[in-house]
């Protein structure tokens, strides 16, 4: 039988639900982390709904069988994307989620990290300005090893090129070494080690063009 055609398309606000469900199920190091959450939206409201919501916001999602099965999500700028973190999308979840929280509302110790992400106050100068877009990407185990990454890594790159910035990184987990590798296979280097993994990032030829 043949595979399912998988178009990847802009995301669209009403694919906030599938984010939510994507980001759970690769949380744990691109392994289904439904066991270890209490709250099956705590990831989702750190590491995917804010991009997509966010007015500068640039997403896609790789759908098959009109249901998002993937996605990458980014911004262009982190540091304006961090200001708005800070006035609009953290202080409805810091009253919700408020510190510190009891051990017992949450089922691991990667749930009370998500939790106290919440609480981190995020950088208001970026230490990075040669890479100021960031992203995260995930898919699900169905539509892997199928160049998908690749494909919605280039889509990525070649929308925020068109805006002229000049790179985009990411954080990558130390334990998942097929995301590392699938990152430097794309052109992406370490910027700096950290005791949970890596900064990678990965310079981008502006398309832009002059009025």
């Known amino acids: 039988m043949a595979q399912e055609k998988i ?43 804010p991009y997509l919501i966010y007015p500068e916001g640039i997403c896609f999602v790789a759908e098959q069988e009109f249901l998002p099965r993937g996605y990458i999500v980014s ?14 999308w953290l202080p409805p979840l ?8 009891p051990p017992a509302k949450s089922r691991s110790e990667e749930e009370r990290r998500i939790l106290a992400c919440f609480h981190e106050t995020l950088p208001a100068i970026d230490p990075w300005p ?15 090893r199928r160049n998908l990454g690749r494909a919605l890594m280039e889509t990525l790159c070649a929308a925020l090129s068109r805006q002229g910035v000049p790179g985009v990184r990411l954080g990558v987990g130390a334990r998942n070494a097929g995301g590392i590798a699938f990152y430097r296979k794309v052109g992406f280097i370490t910027l700096r080690k950290e005791a949970w993994g890596f900064v990678m990032g990965k310079r981008l030829q502006s398309s832009a063009h002059a009025d």
Do not use: C
Not at 18 to 39: H, M, P, V
Not at 94 to 101: L, M, T
Not at 130 to 144: C, D, M, R, T, V
């Open 7 to 49: 178009i990847i398309r802009q995301a669209i606000l009403q694919d906030l639900p599938y984010l939510y469900e994507i980001s759970l199920k690769t949380a744990d190091s691109g392994a289904d982390a439904r066991a270890l959450f209490n709250d099956p939206y705590a990831v989702g409201q750190y590491y995917a709904a």
């Open 75 to 88: 911004v262009p700028n982190t540091a304006a994307f961090n200001r708005w973190m800070e006035e609009v």
């Open 94 to 101: 810091r009253r919700r989620y408020p510190q510190p929280f």
């Open 130 to 144: 040669e890479y100021p877009a960031e992203l995260h990407i995930n898919l699900l185990p169905e539509i892997q």
